[in-house]
């Protein structure tokens, strides 16, 4: 690993998807969220912090936006000139959507961040300079910056004994995200490589998934067109690299799936499922 | 004077010859792995350390063990073609030669003492990797080993190329340097039998 090879290799990971993007992709990890049985219960947030050594800041640093959820539930008002019962809540759950042509990637000065051939939008810990670019360039605002040491003070012992040996624990001045539990991936990718042959769809279910007690995030891989994942995404009629959908016609109300900035021509790699509502 | 020079050039024939000998010979050894008809080639990680001698509770002679009695790495440390990890046996494994086997030794009457009072001896690690990295041992020896047809009972040879040649020391020391340039510049050479060059395949 020189310096020659990343400049010269600079450009295969920089790509948009207009030009293919990272043009070998093995698998192209994806989500859909269906938020019409999304109750908001935060259960997936939950997981999402054990499973991935999340710290938890406390009242004063989340009131500064120095949380460090990778995954955040949105609430949004439906009916905003209504009293709190009749609002109408809905839930958002909102993650990295490990953008196929991401904005974050171009930015970052030392290719800390970069597309791996799963599809996936890595943040390489160790590479980090924590210059905090890919973060202002986020249009999800899912980048999380450690601005403390937390593996000081967040898991006092005996608490240290749940952290998940499988990811690091992230130290100061470094950028974290959701990684797709990548974890999981590569112990499933390991798993199927030893028994030669490929991921099966339902081999991988990210932290968030296990743990949704609807069943509303499903994950797998869109390379894969049996996966559920995958039919799901045709069935809505979302595709990867088209941005300008003309939405059809209300009237078909089947049709729900939407990816969220679609327009920035960013690609994000999770489509949500638009919630049904009685017309009022 | 001048029957002492043709001596001495005869010594110096002798000794050209001796050397030639001892070329040819180490060239042969050197081959003789490469003799082993395996499926493919693999390359060899390349990279010296100069490790610091750990001092483990009891000090375990790798040296006996495998090259005095030809015992296979994997008879103890059987987790290597399962698991991420080698794995340190657990006592009950030594126990189950040194029940009977060299019962007088003051290493194996400690080893007992551990095993009598079931305590397991605290074993230092060695080789240890950063935690940000993710190693498994099983696809490497399914590559290395396994896959290549690469006879098991000369896996010593390819645990060697991380582990150095254990067969010549009593407690293992690091002998390679096991950093990230050790790593990659192996994956690379191997790059045609699959070796990953992503950054997230290893740094987690």
New interface residues.
């Given amino acids: 690993?020189s310096l020659d090879n990343i400049l010269n290799h600079w450009s295969d990971y920089r790509k948009g998807s207009e030009e293919g993007g990272h043009h070998d992709y093995e698998h192209r990890w994806a989500m859909a969220i269906n938020l019409d049985i999304c109750n908001g219960c935060n259960a997936c947030s939950t997981a999402c912090y054990a499973e991935n050594n999340l710290a938890v800041v406390g009242k004063e640093r989340f009131e500064k936006g120095q949380a460090m959820h990778w995954l955040r539930i949105e609430r949004y008002w439906d009916q905003q000139d209504k009293d709190y019962p009749e609002q109408g809540a809905s839930f958002l759950p909102m993650m990295c959507q490990h953008c196929g042509s991401a904005t974050c990637e171009p930015v970052c000065p030392v290719a800390a961040t970069?597309h791996?051939?799963?599809g996936?939008n890595?943040q390489?810990?160790?590479?980090c300079i924590g210059s905090r670019y890919c973060s202002n360039n986020c249009p999800f605002r899912v980048r999380y910056f450690n601005f403390y040491s937390y593996y000081e003070s967040a898991w006092p012992e005996p608490m240290e004994q749940q952290l998940n040996?499988?990811?690091?624990?992230r130290d100061k001045g470094v950028m974290e995200k959701c990684t797709f539990c990548?974890?999981r991936i590569?112990t499933a990718k390991?798993k199927a490589?030893?028994e030669d042959r490929e991921v099966q769809d339902g081999e991988v279910m990210t932290a968030c998934a296990q743990a949704c007690p609807t069943s509303a995030i499903v994950f797998g891989d869109t390379m894969d067109e049996n996966s559920v994942v995958s039919k799901l995404w045709k069935k809505h009629q979302v595709e990867r690299g088209v941005y300008a959908k003309t939405k059809l016609a209300k009237k078909d109300k089947d049709l729900r799936g939407y990816r969220i900035f679609e327009e920035l021509n960013v690609d994000p790699s999770v489509m949500y499922l638009d919630r049904v509502r009685e017309d009022i | 004077m001048a029957a002492n020079n043709r001596s001495a050039n005869l010594n110096v024939q002798h000794r050209k010859g001796f050397v030639l000998a001892w070329v040819f010979g180490m060239v042969a050894l050197l081959l003789a792995p490469a003799a082993i008809a395996t499926k493919y080639d693999v390359n060899a990680p390349t990279g010296t350390h100069e490790g610091e001698d750990v001092a483990q509770p009891i000090e375990f002679p790798h040296n006996i063990h495998v090259k005095d009695n030809g015992i296979n790495c994997m008879y103890c440390h059987t987790y290597a073609r399962r698991s991420k990890v080698a794995g340190i046996p657990p006592t009950s494994k030594c126990m189950g030669c040194h029940k009977v086997i060299a019962t007088d030794k003051p290493r194996i009457k400690k080893l007992t003492e551990f095993w009598t009072n079931k305590t397991p001896p605290p074993w230092k690690k060695v080789h240890d990797l950063p935690d940000f990295v993710h190693f498994t041992h099983e696809i490497h020896l399914k590559k290395l080993v396994f896959d290549r047809d690469f006879p098991v009972e000369n896996v010593k040879e390819v645990c060697a190329f991380c582990h150095g040649e254990l067969e010549n020391m009593t407690v293992a020391k690091k002998v390679k340097p096991l950093n990230m340039g050790f790593c990659v510049g192996c994956h690379i050479a191997n790059k045609e039998l699959g070796a990953p060059g992503d950054c997230w395949k290893c740094h987690k």
């Fill in positions: 690993m970069y791996t051939p799963d996936l890595a390489v810990y160790n590479r040996p499988d990811i690091s624990v990548v974890q590569r390991d490589k030893m």
